[in-house]
C-alpha cells in the first residue's frame, strides 16, 4: 500500500492542518507514483547519487519526480502511531474473528476496538481499530493475510488516522 497526501492547493501552503490522506492499494496506484517511490529509494539507499541519475534509471522526468516526490510515500515506511480501522464482511462461523485477531497480533499491532455485528444470513460485518506500533511488523503482509483468512469475504480499510 501506498498513502498519498491529498492536496488542497494554496490552502495547503497556508494551513497545513488541511492535509489528508487516501490510503489506497498498490495495484490502484498510478505506474508514475510507483516510480516516484523507487527514485526515493534510490535517492535513499544511494545506488543512485542525484535525481537526474535516478529519474532516468526509472523512467519519468524530474518535473514529474519533483511534482510528487514530497506526497507519495511507502504506507509502512512511516506508519507508527497511525491506526487502521478496517471493515470485514465475515462468515458466521466459529474461530474466524479469533483467526482475524491472532494474525493482528502476531503482527505486534495493538487492537483498540472491536464491533461485530449481528449476522444477517450468515455474514457478519465486522469493524476493527488497529494501532500500529514502532515494533508493528509489516502491515501490508497483515492486511493480506486478514483478507486471505478462510471466511473473510471481504475487507477494506476505511480510515487511517495519524497521530502527531
Known sequence: M???KKRSGIDKMVNSKNDGYYLIRKRAVPEVL?????VNKLLASGTAKTVNEAVSKVGISRSTYYKYSDD???FHDSSAGTTLTV???INDEPGILANMLAIISESKANILTIHQSI???GVASVSIS???L?????INNMLDRIEGTNGVLKMKVTEC???N
Do not use: S
Open 2 to 4: 501506498i498513502k498519498l
Open 34 to 38: 510507483k516510480k516516484v517511490v523507487e
Open 72 to 74: 507519495v510515500e511507502v
Open 87 to 89: 471493515l470485514c464482511e
Open 119 to 121: 449476522p444477517l444470513n
Open 130 to 132: 488497529i494501532q500500529i
Open 134 to 138: 514502532e515494533k508493528t511488523e509489516n
Open 161 to 163: 488516522e495519524r497521530k
